[in-house]
């Protein structure tokens, strides 16, 4: 209870904030879609997997407390991250140190843009408790056969769910099979039941992932599911190098302060429990638990500050032994918690100035519904197509997948041309930012202003933050067509 109640105090200031990110506006959006009969990929494209806009479909079934319900969804994701990993952390620590990690993790969220609804908040929670049951029961113990193959049947079950929330967790799930199957080796199993359980479990984890493909490819839309979730990955264009030197100093900055504690505690311990088999077998497993995370980010890359987000269950579970380490031990504890509370409130405050809240998103509905009309979103808050009527003027609404200059080959449509169908049916309002940001396919933006200087006049600016830049509506002007 402490833990849930901690968890509170550090994302209370979130609750019913519509527009914490614009990823988490999206998924709500395409969720509510969903209900209204429209399928990802074919209607609302977009490359997450379908797992994830199906648990914001069932959020929006909230109605007008839709906002609130993800936020609360997410909270109790990171609630039962915290008591899992707490119980983990005591296999290697004593219980205080165990306790100081869960509110670890919880605040370290909020660093890296996982005070919302991200995708890995809701994904940590699966895949810590699939490496838990295998901690717990295959770890730690010495299993029988029986025990080997249901544990492992069961954690590749959560790594499939955890699969349709977000792809990267395929690492993750590939060290945990392959794990597995080393300890049915090493306990000198029959070479047919590796094979068989090495099988089953693969086919386990890809189980979920395979009910919805065979679903579109039921129902005729087999290419459409293939290349979002296979082929439009692999044609992301690169970010600059500039762009990239920056993602990566961030993720360096967030993860060397869980890194240099969990070194030197799990160091610490190491030497105190050289003996103690048990103990050795968990830190081997956390350490390679952890490695496997390390490499989907690098895989994956730097794109974003909430792409380090899966790291911070080992790597604060690893921070858990520095309780433990005598002469400051426990004040580096205490001091490495407090910094990343302090420091993540002043980011939650920082987001909210940058990017609103419900009071911005209720002036900027009422400003686009004198009169309403249909709304086209360049660049800005993508929950504007929620609250207002949808016209579907396209099927690519996430604005990065036509702002976005690495999109350009890789969602399946020329930007400029769907621009030049969207800007053809006149959309009575278009919401954009200025100036253009770094990584801006600026030939599609130059087209964007041509018509807007010719048929539209601005009606609504909001400054988002110290800097010049400017959140912009536009209205079609009258007597136009």
């Known amino acids: 209870m402490a833990l849930l109640l901690f968890a509170i105090v550090c994302r209370i200031a979130t609750f019913g904030n519509p527009v914490i990110h614009i990823d988490e506006e ?6 509510g879609r969903l209900l209204h009969g429209d399928l990802p990929y074919v209607q609302i494209w977009d490359r997450k997997p379908f797992g994830l806009f199906l648990l914001y479909a069932f959020f929006h079934l909230f109605g007008s407390w839709r906002f609130v319900a993800y936020q609360i969804g997410a909270l109790l994701s990171v609630w039962g991250t915290s008591v899992i990993l707490m119980r983990m952390a005591g296999t290697i620590a004593s219980r205080s140190g165990a306790f100081i990690v869960a509110l670890l993790y919880i605040t370290w969220l909020n660093l890296a843009g996982g005070e919302g609804g991200q995708s890995p908040v809701f994904y940590n929670f699966l895949m810590i408790a699939a490496m838990s049951l295998v901690l717990f029961r295959v770890v730690l113990p010495n299993p029988s056969e029986k025990v080997l193959r249901i544990t492992g049947c069961q954690a590749m079950l959560l790594v499939g769910v955890a699969l349709q929330i977000k792809y990267s967790a395929v690492f993750e799930g590939m060290f945990l099979g392959i794990f597995l199957l080393c300890c049915h080796v090493r306990a000198g199993a029959r070479v047919s039941a590796i094979i068989l359980d090495g099988f089953l479990w693969c086919l386990l984890a890809l189980l979920p992932s395979l009910v919805v493909a065979a679903a579109y490819y039921a129902d005729g839309y087999g290419h459409e599911w293939l290349f979002a979730n296979v082929d439009s990955i692999f044609l992301r264009g690169k970010r600059t190098a500039a762009t990239l030197r920056e993602n990566e100093a961030r993720l360096l900055l967030l993860t060397i302060p869980l890194i240099i504690p969990a070194v ?5 311990r190491l030497k105190c429990t050289v003996t103690d088999a048990p103990t050795v077998r968990a830190f081997r497993f956390l350490i390679l638990w952890t490695v496997s995370a390390c490499i989907g980010v690098i895989v994956f890359g730097g794109w974003y500050t909430h792409y380090a987000l899966p790291l911070f269950p080992p790597l604060t579970l690893l921070c858990a032994p520095l309780w433990d ?23 939650i405050h920082k987001h909210e100035k940058q990017r609103g809240n419900r009071a911005i998103l209720a002036q900027l509905t009422q400003v686009m519904s004198q009169p309403k009309g249909c709304t086209f979103v360049y660049q800005g808050p993508v929950i504007l197509y929620d609250v207002l009527p949808w016209c579907a003027l396209t099927t690519h609404p996430f604005p990065g997948h036509f702002n976005e200059f690495a999109e350009r080959q890789a969602t399946g449509i020329d930007p400029q041309a769907e621009l030049q169908h969207v800007l053809a049916a006149s959309p009575l309002y278009i919401l954009t930012e200025e100036p253009a940001w770094s990584e801006e396919n600026l030939a599609v933006r130059s087209q964007l202003y041509a018509v807007l200087r010719s048929r539209y006049h601005e009606v609504y600016r909001r400054r988002l933050s110290k800097k010049e830049e400017f959140l912009l509506v536009y209205k079609l002007n009258d007597g136009k067509p």
Do not use: W
């Not at 030197?264 to 610490?268: D, K, Q, R």
């Open 264 to 268: 030197v505690g799990c160091g610490y």
């Open 325 to 347: 380490v005598p002469k400051g031990g426990r004040i580096a504890s205490v001091l490495l918690l407090l910094c990343g509370l302090i420091m993540g409130q002043k980011d």
């Open 26 to 31: 999206f998924y709500l959006f395409t969720g």
